[in-house]
């Protein structure tokens, strides 16, 4: 189990550059690993203070996106939160790559993977996701994928994509 989490200052998001050597390079969102026995956000929290050294407050759930592997018989899920109030400073050495204030719009300009871009928006929206994608690692092929939107207003739950 894994977490995500974006956190927000008015027109401007705080991500991640993540060098190749650290696995999933480009831009990206804090998060990582939950530890057990943690909670699932406490995880988030602890990651994104870990990460960045922002202590963050008036974080809200916003969806699962989770991933699996049938041929190692892996699943991976991921639980991203928004988080748009926070406390104390950005770590001057990050560990897991440097630390940028972007706007929305130029975000989506970055290097990001391909995953992170599609869930990306997802976190402004009003209710909440859950993405499923089952896929080969090896051709890196996407097999089957179900995208569900809850408590969106005019989009009532069971939005469905089936590719």
Not at 93 to 118: D, N, R, T
Not at 133 to 157: C, L, P, Q, S
Request: glycine letters at 8%; hydrophobic letters at 35%.
């Amino acid at each position: 189990m894994y977490t995500m989490c974006m956190v927000e200052n008015g027109d401007e998001v705080l991500l991640i550059n993540r060098p190749d050597e650290r696995g999933f390079p480009g831009y990206i969102a804090p998060g990582g690993k939950v530890d057990y026995p943690e909670s699932i956000v406490n995880g988030a929290i602890r990651e994104v203070r870990e990460e960045t050294g922002l202590i963050v407050k008036d974080i809200a759930y916003k969806g699962l996106h989770e991933y699996c592997e049938p041929n190692q018989g892996l699943r991976y899920m991921v639980f991203n939160y928004l988080a748009t109030s926070f406390e104390g400073e950005l770590l001057e050495h990050p560990p897991e790559g440097e630390l940028i204030w972007v706007s929305k719009a130029q975000a989506l300009e970055l290097p990001m993977q391909s995953w992170f871009k599609q869930r990306f928006p997802l976190f402004f929206e009003p209710g909440t996701f859950e993405m499923s994608f089952v896929w080969h690692e090896e051709t890196d092929e996407t097999i089957a994928e179900t995208i569900k939107f809850y408590d969106r207003g005019m989009r009532k739950a069971g939005s469905v994509a089936e590719a």
